[in-house]
């Protein structure tokens, strides 16, 4: 059965998503079908509304997880915050601002063969047709801003950064662009959820030129990571991921940020800083879910007060 507190297998998540349809005491979920994979997987989107409203064109925080297989803690988290939107009264707030819609593993194929054969394995898992031996695009580098093999990034199919034959070659990264793009729908933020290194990075991801706006998202990112390092003293930090880290191109942040018009742009890398990396236990879920709970309460404290 489906737990919380445990990497589940996509079967697990499905039936867990599947069973979800219905309000809890804060918030109403519906789960829809935003895609299907090359082997013939669902992507699930949930869309969750506060209790006693409605599905509307509303502002919206689309949230997403599982961009990367291997990134097990991304899924649980997002798991654990789907749970929390519907049933926690310390999520009123959340609700009561914003309509939620989060897909919780963007990347099944990938995910599936992290469980089956590969742990570390981090692309989704389409055969190149221009080097059959070879399998998967990178779902991070794949997206049509500032597309390119020069940052961190690869023309190579066999590299674990290849970036696909062409922007958005990928039916992961279409689904998800589709989503940004929906007509009619107004998103204050995008929150892509990671691991590893405990940061909360904002635009640019590739090259270490800052936005314009840059002060706004760093408000607000900072604002998360104090409220983390509130909650039990662990250090996440706040930055441009360009700047900070190394630089990424075709990211879907950057794409967010430049294409789809979403100013509150984030991805945030989960726990650990290194010692176990990819492969954290499972006995850290709920203490990185927790502590990022209450990160994500004072970033959309600060989306509120910026609005
Ligand atoms: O490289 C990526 O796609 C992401 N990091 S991960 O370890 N989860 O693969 C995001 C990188 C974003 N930040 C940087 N610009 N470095
Ligand atoms: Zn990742």
Not at 239 to 251: C, D, R
């Amino acid at each position: 059965v489906f737990q919380f507190n445990r990497y589940n297998t996509y079967d697990k998540i499905e039936e867990y998503l599947n069973s979800l349809d219905g309000c809890g005491s804060i918030a109403c979920s519906q789960t829809i079908t935003i895609g299907e994979t090359d082997e013939k997987r669902p992507i699930y989107m949930v869309k969750i509304w506060k209790n006693g409203m409605q599905l509307s064109n509303r502002s919206t925080i689309l949230v997403d997880g599982g961009i990367h297989a291997r990134e097990w803690i991304s899924p649980a988290v997002v798991l654990n915050f789907i749970n929390f939107l519907k049933t926690n009264t310390a999520a009123m707030n959340l609700v009561d601002e914003f309509q939620w819609f989060v897909i919780p593993v963007l990347n099944p194929d990938g995910y599936v063969y992290t469980h089956t054969t590969d742990r570390l394995w981090r692309k989704n898992r389409k055969q190149s047709q221009v080097n059959s031996n070879c399998f998967g695009t990178d779902l991070n580098r794949n997206f049509d801003y500032k597309w390119n093999p020069l940052q961190s990034a690869s023309s190579d199919p066999c590299s674990f950064v290849y970036r696909g034959p062409t922007p958005f070659s990928e039916k992961e990264s279409i689904a998800l662009r589709d989503a940004m793009l929906q007509q009619g729908q107004t998103y204050t933020s995008y929150i892509s959820f990671h691991s590893y290194g405990q940061y909360y990075l904002y635009p640019w991801l590739h090259s270490d030129q800052l936005t314009a706006d840059w002060i706004d998202l760093d408000d607000c990112a900072k604002a998360a990571t104090a409220a983390i390092f509130g909650y039990k003293r662990k250090r996440y930090e706040a930055g441009a991921g360009g700047s900070l880290l190394y630089q990424a191109s075709g990211t879907s942040a950057d794409y967010a940020k430049a294409i789809a018009n979403i100013k509150y742009a984030y991805t945030i890398e989960l726990r650990d800083k290194g010692r176990k990396g990819f492969v954290l236990s499972y006995r850290q879920i709920i203490p990185t879910w927790e502590e990022n709970r209450d990160g994500i309460i004072a970033l959309v404290d600060c989306l509120v007060q910026k609005n």
